[in-house]
């Protein structure tokens, strides 16, 4: 019994880090503590088309916070984040934070047009696709959102819908080492 308990211990651990569960909170629950790790992976080089046709890549997002969201036309929990996002995008965008949107939608840009005019999204929608998908780790549920700092590394990974508060907490943390880094 109990060769099967830490079987089933290891299997939970692989699959946590397979899932890409990012930094956890400090023992008081305190972000800032998983917010200042050094040891972060970066996000992998991109460039990927935008609404307009233009191109989008690290560039784009160098020296930002980014909450980047995977997701898709018929994902139901991703309908009921991206509300937030606009709101996010609206709250923090003159504090050098920024959202962006990759849809790995298969069926191109005219479902993933038509949703962002309809949700008024005022922050870059990408199209992605299954290289895309490989080359941040393998994005096996929608919604995934990184949150990731200005150095370009991957603080904070999100699956599945997560509470707007959770968001803001994480973004407002890496928003205040930034106007801290800066005095």
Excluded at 56 to 77: H, M, Q, R, S, Y
Aim: charged fraction near 20%; glycine fraction near 8%; hydrophobic fraction near 50%.
């Amino acid at each position: 019994m109990q060769q099967f308990t830490l079987f089933l211990a290891i299997v939970a651990m692989a699959l946590a880090a397979a899932c890409g569960i990012g930094p956890m909170p400090d023992e008081d629950g305190n972000p800032a503590a998983a917010a200042a790790d050094s040891g972060n992976p970066s996000i992998p080089a991109f460039n990927l088309q935008d609404l307009d046709g233009k191109a989008f890549t690290n560039a784009d997002i160098e020296g930002k916070v980014v909450l980047l969201n995977f997701w898709a036309t018929w994902c139901g929990p991703c309908k009921i984040e991206m509300p937030w996002f606009v709101d996010f995008q609206r709250k923090y965008k003159d504090r050098g934070f920024t959202v962006m949107a990759v849809s790995l939608d298969e069926d191109g840009w005219d479902p993933v047009r038509e949703f962002a005019e309809a949700m008024e999204f005022n922050f870059p929608v990408l199209l992605g696709d299954e290289a895309v998908s490989d080359a941040f780790g393998g994005i096996m549920v929608l919604p995934t959102t990184l949150i990731v700092n200005q150095a370009g590394k991957i603080v904070f990974t999100h699956q599945g819908l997560v509470a707007k508060a959770k968001y803001e907490e994480e973004i407002e943390v890496l928003l205040d080492l930034n106007a801290t880094a800066s005095l």
